[in-house]
């Protein structure tokens, strides 16, 4: 297969697509290595939409280290009860009663849960493990317009769980060579979901996260080979090195509070009309 041929399939293009606008579009937010900005994508990306685009959004934490509930920690109650976990393993709870709303109005997010590394385990030892999270995901579409699921720092079956129940992987890719390392490999397992899970996965975009102008030459090289390997797959919104942003994310405070017109609030908001136009376009 040719590298334009190969793109255009990863993308979705020419592909059969649902075009169900009750329904909401799911969107897993993944890569193989840790600390690339899964996380603050997924977040912020979730708070833009509800606040901004103003779509009914569920953000799923499926990443045992409980980083989505400490970002939000300022806007959500603390939250005990059923957990992700107790539904993967079968214990007969549905998603409503892991879905919490926040203080932000249009946002959602389920409880945190430090056992789904264990959990992970046990899901390998049975049949039909890929599909255990796309059943409870179908329930929550009719409830929301946007499903983000931030996934943990590997492709192990909590990521592969996430890539069968979504429509859509978005991959943010740090300016670091590893990174860049990390993003084919993710590609390999999104062609793999499709082909022999038959499930039919779209790239949304790669997404350059920390991208360091002070740091030129090597943020320049990642950026120049994530375009000639990937095309129109990069997104055009590039999201900057900006303290704020980790400052948010320690604080449990959203940036677009904390520093409303930064430079990490402002790509973020321009990173979900981005998103939504190309969910359009794919549809
Ligand atoms: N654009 C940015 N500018 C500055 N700091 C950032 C940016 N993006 C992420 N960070 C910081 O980098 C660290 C890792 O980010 P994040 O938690 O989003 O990564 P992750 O891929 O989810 O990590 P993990 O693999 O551990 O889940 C955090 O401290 C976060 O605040
Ligand atoms: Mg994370």
Known sequence: MSLSERIKKLAGLGSATSNDVNRAK????????????KTTTAVNLALAMAKFQDLKTLLVDLDGQGHVAASLASITPDIIGASLSDILLGHGRSISE????????????????????ATEGILSGRIGKEFLLRGTIKQARSDF????LDC?????????????????????????????????????????VQDRLGHDLKVLGILPTRVDRRNWRVTEHVLNELAELYGELVFDNHIPINSFLARAQIKGVPVFDLDPSGNGATAY??????????????N
Not at 156 to 177: E, F, I, K
């Open 269 to 282: 908001k321009e990173l979900a009309g981005e998103v939504l136009q190309r969910i359009k376009a794919a």
């Open 98 to 117: 892991i879905v919490h709303p926040t203080q932000v109005t249009n946002l959602s997010v389920t409880a945190s849960d430090k056992g789904l590394a």
């Open 145 to 148: 317009d946007v499903i983000l």
């Open 26 to 37: 799911v969107i897993a937010v993944a890569a193989q290595k840790g600390g690339v900005g």
């Open 152 to 192: 943990p720092p590997n492709l192990g079956n909590l990521t592969l769980n996430a890539m069968a129940a979504a429509d859509y992987c978005l991959v943010p890719c740090d300016m670091s060579p590893l990174s860049l390392a990390g993003v084919s490999d993710l590609l390999v397992v999104v062609e793999t």
